[in-house]
């Protein structure tokens, strides 16, 4: 129980980390002498020190001799920071005792082989299922290079997103609200169609004073987005890219990109089939660092409407869906969260996997992961 009350310490510290480590992972680290916590961190911030390095900064006595609890595997390879092995074996720590395995091809194994031939006491896999849960974005996006996708979306009991006329401020309550804000600063990236900037004029931003709003993602098939709406108005201050599937040649389209360019937004032309925005390719850009003027997205909080999360859904790219379900009966023709033409027998429905109930004020989130492993939303 010692272990275990140690490693869960860890994963509490690597929470801390949330919304700042993107891409990298979140991890904590423990070290432990004589049944006492001397030295304790988490990676706080992408370029800055990593857990175990933070760990041994705030050491009390020497760690000679001593274990160290890290959610992690440590790493072995120089990046923005020098490899947290070299520093374990520098202080001396006798035992490690590891939570998650390092996908990462840099790592994969090697950090915990040479801890091992320098004679360190490595145990793995200890309370790995806890420690994977803190790393799901980590984990895809450095084996897939691709943005791990998070559907989110507030409904009625009765599955809708607005009413007949349109009408969806506010379904859920300020609980939920504020969890969104949450879900907001978490991931890198949040995307939404033109139909939600038409209808809603959002600013798809962080309302919380001194968290990091998310790269704003806007996919617009034939360029539509107003030039005075507030996704444009404030392009200079949060990082924006317009997605579309025009011709490049076309000259309204060469037009327009130059005017959205010269108010501060970033304007590409991914185009796939029947006009539309190919969201598996701008998810390879994206993830590839590929659009200039935008950084490598790990990941992406999809507040798309009804449209888009169709779209999404065909193209295989959600990894989770996250549903508020607010306690309210609209009725009607209100639109739902995923609209296109939808399937023909329940036999054929994507599946999902339920994985967490949370009651958030007078509403629930249910949380929902894609069966199979490998994230794609599948078919019976």
């Known amino acids: 129980m010692t272990d275990r009350r140690f490693m869960e310490r860890a994963i509490e510290l690597a929470r801390q980390g949330k919304g700042w480590t993107n891409p990298n992972p979140l991890v904590g680290a423990v070290i432990v002498k004589d049944g006492r916590v001397i030295g304790e961190g988490?990676?706080?911030?992408?370029?800055?020190?990593?857990?175990?390095?933070?760990?041994?900064?705030?050491?009390?006595?020497?760690?000679?001799?001593?274990?160290?609890?890290?959610?992690?595997?440590?790493?072995?390879?120089?990046?923005?920071?020098?490899?947290?092995?070299?520093?374990?074996?520098?202080?001396?720590i006798a035992r490690v005792i590891i939570g998650s395995r390092d996908p990462n091809p840099k790592v994969a194994g090697k950090g915990a082989a040479i801890l091992r031939e320098a004679g360190v006491c490595v145990e793995e896999d200890f309370m790995r299922e806890e420690c994977d849960r803190l790393n799901p974005v980590f984990f895809h996006y450095i084996t897939e290079k691709r943005p791990y996708v998070v559907m989110k979306y507030a409904m009625t009991a009765d599955g809708k997103i607005a009413s007949r006329t349109?009408?969806?401020?506010?379904?859920?309550?300020?609980?939920?609200?504020?969890?969104?804000?949450?879900?907001?600063?978490?991931?890198?990236?949040?995307m939404a169609g033109i139909g939600t900037v038409l209808a809603d004029d959002p600013l798809l931003t962080v309302r919380e004073e001194g968290r990091r709003s998310p790269v704003r993602i806007i996919c617009d098939s034939r360029l539509r987005i107003p030039e005075d709406c507030r996704i444009c108005?404030?392009?200079?201050?949060?990082?924006?890219?317009?997605?579309?599937?025009?011709?490049?040649?076309?000259?309204?389209?060469?037009?327009?990109?130059?005017?959205?360019?010269?108010?501060?937004?970033h304007v590409v032309s991914v185009p796939g089939e029947k006009g539309q925005v190919d969201l598996g390719r701008l998810m390879e850009l994206l993830g590839g660092g590929d659009i200039p003027g935008i950084g490598a997205v790990d990941s992406i909080l999809l507040e798309g409407g009804?449209?888009?999360?169709?779209?999404?859904?065909?193209?295989?790219?959600?990894?989770?869906?996250?549903?508020?379900i607010a306690p309210k009966i609209f009725g009607g023709g209100g639109r739902t969260p995923v609209e296109g033409t939808g399937v023909e027998l329940p036999s054929e429905a994507r599946r999902l996997r339920l994985d967490k109930i949370t009651r958030i004020g007078g509403d629930l989130l249910l949380e929902y992961l894609a069966e199979g492993g490998d994230g794609t939303c599948l078919r019976e």
């Open 306 to 324: 009804g449209i888009l999360n169709d779209s999404a859904l065909q193209a295989g790219i959600v990894r989770e869906v996250k549903a508020f």
């Open 233 to 265: 108005r404030t392009a200079r201050t949060y990082p924006t890219v317009v997605v579309c599937a025009m011709d490049e040649a076309g000259t309204d389209y060469l037009e327009k990109r130059k005017r959205l360019q010269e108010a501060g937004l």
């Open 42 to 92: 988490y990676h706080a911030r992408c370029g800055e020190p990593h857990a175990e390095r933070n760990a041994i900064a705030a050491l009390t006595e020497p760690a000679e001799g001593a274990d160290l609890y890290v959610t992690l595997e440590p790493c072995c390879h120089q990046g923005k920071t020098p490899p947290c092995t070299e520093a374990i074996l520098e202080h001396k």
């Open 166 to 190: 349109g009408a969806s401020k506010w379904i859920t309550g300020e609980e939920a609200r504020a969890r969104v804000q949450e879900l907001r600063w978490t991931y890198m990236g949040i």
